[in-house]
């Protein structure tokens, strides 16, 4: 039979035991639907997910694409059984048009906004550039550690700044709030250049920093291949426009880059570029943004929390207790988990932020004298701990003035607060979790991940009253739907106060920013995305509406 006329069926909801392996999977299937194993011509995960409701039996859900020979016994069970899906060809995926008229168009930021930007205008045929202000991700990566070993902060080469943006220190998450005809696409290019093909199907697919920075090299080379120009220590310091339209880029204060149109993908800490565009009187926003902390606790105590016996060979209650034999079933990843409570009282927010399993948390400043604290985790996610942001929502009237930057000095002025309660040397200060609680007991320890260093301090000194208060009362809640989350064991690291970016670029229609056309403002930095896959969307929707321009 021509695979051009096969019809594909995807059954879903198909469930494997803690133990089962996923061999066992086109088995499963076909007893389902009353066929032999071997009547399946192909098979395919498409979806994976664990199920840890019940901790009794944690179970693995998946979904399955697949072919047979004689489809229509299961074309007439379609309409009976609501798992059986004919599974139609996806015709929406916008495909890159190469161009009769190339362009000169310039993207500016390498984080995943830009590279998807520059990779879909050069497919398109146009004359790309590419430019970042930092480094190369190797020359990045030694910046960086140099610089939790207790070297000079790079303002151009350091966590923020740099091949791949603030994504490259991350756990490489690949999760979007919505479903978009392009998430295909970004997980398909990513798995081209290197990451592990399980991304197309998990429900929660991530990289890995590890990974990722090796997929960034491929996907250098690929940019380079199709005619991309990169530049790297190159800064966007003016832009010059005729009839309030874009002309040229001034980069470096010196060298001059004409073009018809650029992408702006600067990421969400590029603050001084900001500053610019409020001079060039493009409009700004300030936006809403959260600030808060990064909590850690061993990584076995939240595997037991959440898997409970049947998940790892032993339990375990609230306190510190021994957990030498507790390890994780092989066929369970680290667990994670996701919490949010609502303040009553002050409307607020409060929740958990890009929970890294098995992760560091990360010293991420790229200003002098100010602390920000991140987290990572490499593709095995083999740390032993594990770390997410505890956040507290930050409204435009909670800063002093109506500014669209107000947002920004906001940050710095926490930040610079977080640098001196660590030392000044750019320490991270750290409290014991009970200790921020005002919980009396004694014999509490500080452990943290953090390479760059850490030091004792009590955390009231350098957040905002508001967020340390919305925590306070959101720990407990927490700790009801995860007993065990508020404990000794758990250290809490700041500041966390670069979740997105407190501004937003306001675009027009067509993508444009307000106030000079010809510039496309696109990803985090431009504040209308949140995480790797958003941002990539993001990026290529800017090169599709400035091909159509």
Request: proline share 5%.
């Amino acid at each position: 039979m021509s695979d051009c006329l096969a019809t594909k069926f995807r059954l879903n909801e198909v469930v494997l035991e803690i133990d089962e392996d996923e061999e066992l999977l086109p088995t499963k299937v076909a007893n389902y639907l009353n066929l032999l194993p071997d009547q399946l011509l192909d098979w395919l995960i498409v979806r994976s997910a664990i199920d840890a409701r019940r901790k009794g039996r944690i179970l693995r859900v998946y979904s399955v694409e697949f072919t047979v020979a004689n489809p229509e016994p299961l074309l007439s069970q379609l309409e009976q059984d609501r798992r059986l899906v004919k599974v139609k060809t996806d015709k929406t995926q916008p495909t890159v048009v190469v161009t009769k008229y190339p362009r000169n168009l310039v993207v500016i930021g390498m984080g995943p906004a830009g590279l998807f930007a520059a990779l879909w205008l050069a497919r398109a045929g146009h004359n790309v550039t590419l430019i970042d202000r930092g480094q190369p991700v190797e020359q990045r990566i030694k910046d960086v550690e140099n610089f939790w070993d207790g070297g000079l902060l790079q303002p151009d080469s350091n966590v923020q700044f740099g091949e791949g943006g603030a994504g490259t220190f991350s756990d490489g998450k690949l999760t979007a709030r919505k479903k978009h005809p392009l998430t295909s696409f970004v997980l398909k290019t990513l798995v081209e250049f290197g990451a592990p093909e399980e991304i197309l199907y998990q429900a929660k697919p991530h990289i890995g920093t590890d990974r990722l920075r090796c997929l960034l090299l491929n996907f250098r080379i690929e940019l380079q291949n199709i005619g991309v120009k990169i530049c790297f220590n190159s800064c966007l310091t003016d832009i010059q426009a005729n009839s309030s339209k874009l002309c040229a880029l001034v980069i470096n204060d010196c060298d001059e880059i004409q073009c018809d149109a650029a992408v702006l993908a600067i990421g969400h800490s590029a603050r001084d570029t900001y500053a610019l565009l409020e001079r060039k009187g493009i409009t700004l926003q300030a936006k809403p943004f959260a600030v808060g902390v990064r909590v850690e606790h061993p990584i076995e105590l939240i595997d037991a929390i959440q898997y409970g016996a049947t998940g790892v060979n032993r339990g375990h209650g609230r306190g510190k207790a021994d957990r030498s034999e507790v390890k994780r079933h092989p066929n369970l990843p680290p667990a994670d988990y996701a919490l949010a409570y609502n303040d009553p009282d002050s409307g607020r927010g409060i929740y958990s932020f890009c929970m890294c399993p098995g992760g560091q948390v990360v010293q991420s400043s790229s200003e002098a004298e100010m602390v920000v604290v991140n987290g990572m985790s490499d593709y095995r996610r083999a740390s032993a701990y594990s770390n997410s942001a505890l956040v507290v929502s930050v409204r435009p009237q909670d800063f002093e003035d109506d500014s669209p930057l107000a947002g920004v000095r906001f940050q710095q002025y926490w930040e610079g607060k977080a640098f001196s309660a660590g030392g000044g040397n750019y320490r991270v200060p750290i409290e014991n979790m009970l200790d921020f609680m005002e919980i009396k007991g004694g014999g509490r320890q500080l452990n943290s991940s953090c390479r760059a260093g850490t030091v004792s301090a009590p955390l009231d000194q350098f957040l905002p009253n508001f967020v340390a208060h919305g925590l306070r009362q959101a720990l407990p809640h927490f700790d009801r739907k995860m007993r065990g989350f508020v404990t000794a064991e758990a250290t809490l690291t700041a500041i966390e106060s670069r979740t997105s970016a407190p501004v937003r670029i306001v675009r027009d229609q067509s993508g444009q920013a307000l106030g000079c056309p010809g510039i496309y403002p696109a990803g985090e930095g431009a504040g209308y995305a949140g995480g790797i896959m958003s941002a990539a969307i993001d990026g290529i929707n800017a090169a599709i509406n400035m091909c159509g321009s």
